[in-house]
């Protein structure tokens, strides 16, 4: 009798969620193109990502930190059309050896390039407690962060640059799977970058996927809210990057990465707070990175 009614209530909260645009609901945690949205809903998205790279693609980028502070706002704008803008806040810091002995840190803060995205929901098939959706999606990337950064020794090299300079568009598709228990999310995405400043960074072909269980669910139901519930993340990352070319271009820079990233979701009625770590488990030399850790917080208006 309690498993019942509490299959029931999880199906009365999946109801809920489904008809109120304030509503939160789990979601992937390492990309963002397939988090959901209900019609008129928007989605404040703030992240917190840690990335060092002992080994860069060059020697000037070798001992590198950055910390990207990414915003994100999702706009349910029509039952099938999502748009969504992201605008990043980057700490960039690189220690060079230094020819008379020790090492010098070159330094640079500010926002990043924005990008533009618009998601369509080509198809969904609703059946009782769970739905499958297929969303195509095309993005661009606008060079809105400076790129002519320089300090005391010379002009910072590509990749310590806040923004590119150059216009990239991208584009996938968003395959979904969702019932009472469980999501996952597919993506499948191109990156096609344009040059600037003798630099043009190198094309990407990436699948990424995500795996989301509920663990616990805690809470009374309501006709005001849903319960709370704990998620269990695993997500997974296939990257194939061209190498960089041009006159200001590193030594060593393209290759294929794989990376898994298990984390945590705590979703309520109107908020989500994830954690996560993401692992490289195959890199190239050009792309090695340590592991990376991201904190997320989301609200749904």
Do not use: C
Request: glycine share 10%.
């Amino acid at each position: 009798m309690r498993a019942d009614l509490r299959s029931e209530g999880l199906a009365l909260g999946l109801m809920l969620a489904a008809f109120s645009p304030a509503v939160a609901l789990a979601g992937p945690i390492t990309f963002s193109t397939a988090l959901p949205v209900r019609t008129g809903g928007v989605i404040l998205r703030q992240q917190l990502i840690w990335t060092h790279a002992p080994d860069g693609p060059a020697p000037e980028l070798a001992n590198g930190n950055v910390v990207a502070l990414p915003t994100l706002l999702v706009w349910g704008a029509h039952r099938r059309l999502t748009l969504m803008t992201k605008l990043p806040f980057l700490i960039k810091d690189v220690a060079v050896e230094n020819p008379g002995g020790g090492r010098i840190h070159r330094r640079t803060h500010g926002f990043g390039d924005m990008s533009l995205l618009l998601r369509l929901n080509a198809y969904q098939a609703n059946a009782r407690g769970r739905t499958l959706r297929v969303a195509p999606f095309v993005a661009l990337k606008l060079p809105t962060g400076t790129d002519s950064e320089a300090d005391s020794i010379a002009r910072l090299p590509p990749r310590m640059q806040l923004g590119t300079g150059s216009w990239d568009p991208y584009g996938g598709v968003i395959v979904t799977f969702q019932t009472l228990d469980l999501e996952i999310d597919l993506s499948l995405s191109g990156f096609y970058r344009t040059a600037a400043n003798q630099f043009d960074a190198g094309e990407e072909l990436r699948a990424d996927v995500s795996f989301q269980y509920r663990v616990v669910p805690w809470g009374e139901l309501s006709g005001e809210g849903v319960p709370t519930f704990l998620y269990a993340v695993l997500e997974g990352r296939a990257a194939w990057l061209g190498d960089d070319t041009g006159a200001r271009a590193p030594s060593r820079s393209g290759g294929a990465v794989v990376h898994v990233t298990p984390g945590l979701q705590v979703v309520t009625v109107r908020y989500v707070v994830e954690a996560a770590v993401e692992v490289p488990v195959a890199q190239t030399p050009g792309n090695h990175v340590r592991a990376i850790p991201r904190l997320s917080f989301r609200a749904n208006f």
